[in-house]
């Protein structure tokens, strides 16, 4: 009520303030308009009267003067004529004998300067305006001198119409005050009370903890962010509510599960105050120009999946390559933001590359180079000098990048990523020795016979060997490392200890399973599940079956052998023709190479002959999304299908595997699993394959779609317990704390 009271006071003095305002600005126009009609009316007037009784005038007598003057005076709607001779002479009808003795002044100042003189006069508080022109020479008689006649016009009306204005305003005054608040009110209570009662229900649903109230969208297009405000602190609220329960049954039943929680207090006890620093060429946040707005997306990476949430949990800072086409517009002055959007925990630095940098580091000799030389896949490896001096200075540029952010700190921790910063680790030392340095490979290292295609073998090897741990997926990878070494450098190797001594700096190298950030209250997640047909109605399509296949196109994926073995599925099972759908989801990916976009060709080709020769209406056996979809997209598929296939020809672990596996809250599912992923290791629970044998891979998705829901639960509960003990909270953890105690 006061609220209303208050903006109806606040409507009527703006208004009020207005229409005064506007008010005297007409009345100042309008008596201005008005007093300059009168002034020539009544000029028009005497110079008639004038003209037309000139003689009259030469003639005149005392006795009929009167008379004369009142029928000029009613004739030109005069108040009255007077005729001066002298101070004691002067001709006057009864109307302007009252108003001669305000003339006298007027009058011998027109008889001095010989002009006519116009003005207002009030008299017993009228306004009358008079006008007094000389009788000079040449109108009247020669010889008659010091001659004026005045005619007195009658001026009130102006104030009568400067007064109806004033009436006719305030009226319009008073209306618009009473529509514009009657409007207000209405609004009040329709557009302000009714969303505030919106938003008292949300403030209710957050103490509650009811997120289903909440994720029904706002009443008001005004109230959207806030309402995405009050969603997160709710989801928030949840989630530490379940993270404190979870806790508390963690302490009650002994177990010793990592949580982002846990890991948190672990990395502030080991880091005591120091800074946490990730470097790695893939960014965890890009933005890009969608039309008119700018979009931030999550690259498809599996180096992302698995140090998001270690940031998440520890903060620090992220350190990467700007790759998309708004990252420079969303930054500050030092190249940084907080990550993530909608609920930042830690800094992102982006560092800009020029083309023929990216031509020449990342697609030349990290793409064309070590990827496929650590890839055992039948891609012939490519080495070129000018691809050596960029890879050399981008590693040099990103070391200038890190000490510059630690140059504050003398024990920082730096958590260096993947293949493209093999030189990183003794750059980096060089400059600052007491820093914590690891280095974690994300692909295979292959035999040393392999290695020593590069022909910058040494270098490489030297500049890993700055860091003071290095890290694999497998205890394989780590042989084949030190074996490597052993053979190429003037070193010492320590079996015994997994250790490399050169110049007297000594580097532990250890295996690091990688995984995903999985919890016991991800285990316990029931999700609904969505029926296949439901998810490939949108395509067209009609199956009671599917399975999921999500790969970066890449010719260590084998996809081509994953089609194949569908294809020989078919044909060794027609009873599921009609009956089963593949989906495989393949984001593109350094497409700007031939021999990536000869395997995009390659697999589009080999989908469409095999949809041609077994598709029917509303059927085909194989979908193929080649394009990028968000983990929102993705998990759909990953809950629904009956199982999901991996057919890695060579690959370091395979996180893919790991995300379908937790996605099943229901316990249901079947994993194929290539053999040569690090995953294998850890997903006994799987079907294991090895993809180049197409018909066993053929029989693994029968069994697949024929294995009972006993022993479906049997297999995926086992995985999925595997990735709760082994999360990547554990692995942060493990990788952090043999770091520190380095």
């Excluded at 909440?214 to 297009?221: D, E, N």
């Excluded at 598929?637 to 057919?647: E, K, Q, T």
Aim: charged share 25%; glycine share 4%.
């Amino acid at each position: 009520m006061k609220l209303n009271i208050a903006l109806i006071l606040s409507i009527i003095i703006a208004v009020g303030l207005v229409t005064v305002g506007f008010t005297l600005y007409q009345i100042s126009s309008e008596r201005a308009k008005l007093n300059n009609e009168l002034e020539i009316r009544t000029t028009q007037i005497a110079e008639e009267v004038f003209q037309n009784n000139k003689n009259t005038f030469e003639h005149i007598n005392q006795e009929n003067i009167e008379n004369y003057i009142d029928s000029i005076s009613s004739k030109y709607k005069l108040i009255g004529i007077a005729i001066y001779y002298s101070n004691d002479s002067i001709i006057i009808n009864k109307a302007s004998r009252s108003l001669i003795e305000y003339s006298k002044d007027n009058i011998s100042q027109s008889i001095v300067a010989d002009s006519t003189i116009g003005s207002f006069i009030t008299v017993h508080g009228k306004n009358i305006y008079q006008y007094i022109k000389p009788m000079n020479d040449g109108l009247i008689n020669k010889n008659i001198s010091n001659k004026s006649i005045v005619f007195y016009a009658d001026a009130e009306y102006i104030d009568n119409l400067i007064g109806s204005i004033w009436v006719r305003n305030f009226m319009r005054w008073f209306l618009q005050v009473l529509f514009v608040s009657f409007i207000t009110v209405f609004i009040i209570r329709w557009a302000i009370f009714s969303p505030i009662n919106k938003i008292v229900d949300w403030v209710k649903a957050v103490r509650i903890g009811n997120v289903e109230l909440l994720k029904k969208k706002p009443v008001a297009g005004f109230l959207a962010p806030l309402h995405k405000e009050i969603v997160q602190i709710t989801e928030a609220m949840n989630e530490a509510k379940a993270i404190a329960e979870e806790e508390a049954l963690l302490r009650s039943s002994g177990e010793a599960i990592w949580t982002p929680e846990r890991l948190k207090v672990e990395m502030e006890t080991i880091l005591q105050n120091k800074k946490m620093v990730v470097v790695s060429n893939r960014e965890p946040y890009m933005h890009v120009h969608d039309g008119k707005n700018i979009k931030c997306i999550v690259p498809a990476s599996g180096l992302i999946t698995a140090m998001e949430p270690i940031l998440k949990a520890c903060g620090g800072l992220w350190i990467a390559s700007g790759t998309g086409d708004a990252d420079k517009e969303t930054v500050d002055k030092n190249d940084k933001l907080m990550v993530p959007p909608e609920n930042p925990k830690y800094t992102l630095k982006r560092l800009w590359q020029t083309e023929k940098e990216e031509e020449h580091f990342y697609f030349g000799f990290s793409n064309e180079g070590l990827w496929p030389l650590c890839h055992i896949a039948h891609t012939r490896p490519t080495f070129r000098e000018e691809d050596w001096y960029y890879y050399k200075k981008v590693n040099e540029d990103f070391a200038n990048a890190v000490l510059k952010e630690t140059a504050d700190e003398d024990e920082p921790f730096i958590l260096i990523q993947d293949y493209h910063f093999a030189l990183l680790p003794a750059l980096i030392k060089k400059e600052k020795p007491n820093a914590k340095v690891a280095i974690f490979w994300h692909i295979p290292w292959p035999n040393p016979e392999s290695f020593g295609i590069c022909p910058w073998q040494k270098e490489i090897l030297r500049g890993m060997l700055g860091a003071d741990l290095i890290g694999f997926h497998t205890q394989y990878h780590c042989n084949h490392f030190l074996e490597t070494v052993n053979r190429t450098l003037e070193s010492r190797v320590l079996w015994e200890s997994f250790s490399v001594k050169l110049k007297g700096h000594s580097t532990l190298v250890k295996p690091f399973p990688i995984s995903i950030a999985f919890t016991p209250k991800d285990f316990d997640n029931k999700m609904p599940k969505i029926k296949p047909s439901q998810l490939l109605a949108a395509y067209g399509i009609t199956a009671k079956h599917i399975g999921i296949g999500v790969d970066r196109v890449d010719y260590t994926k084998g996809l081509i052998e994953k089609f194949l073995a569908i294809e020989r599925f078919f044909e060794k099972y027609p009873a599921y023709v009609g009956n089963f759908t593949f989906v495989q989801i393949g984001a593109p990916s350094r497409s700007e190479l031939k021999s990536y976009s000869d395997i995009m060709n390659d697999i589009v080709n080999e989908s469409e002959r095999i949809n041609l020769r077994f598709k029917s209406k509303n059927w085909k056996p194989l979908l193929l999304l080649n394009q990028y979809h968000s983990q929102s997209e993705i998990a759909p598929f990953y809950s629904s299908a009956d199982f999901c296939m991996v057919s890695s020809l060579h690959d370091g672990m395979n996180l893919v595997a790991k995300e379908f596996v937790a996605s099943r809250n229901h316990n249901d599912g079947t994993l194929i699993l290539s053999r040569f992923t690090g995953a294998a290791k850890d997903l006994q629970g799987a079907l294991i394959i090895n993809p180049y044998d197409i018909d066993h891979s053929a029989d693994a998705i029968k069994s697949a779609l024929g294995m009972t829901i006993e022993e479906q639960h049997h297999r995926m509960s086992q995985m999925r317990q595997e990735i709760v003990n082994h999360n990547i909270y554990l692995w942060a953890a493990n990788l952090i704390k043999t770091m520190s105690s380095i």
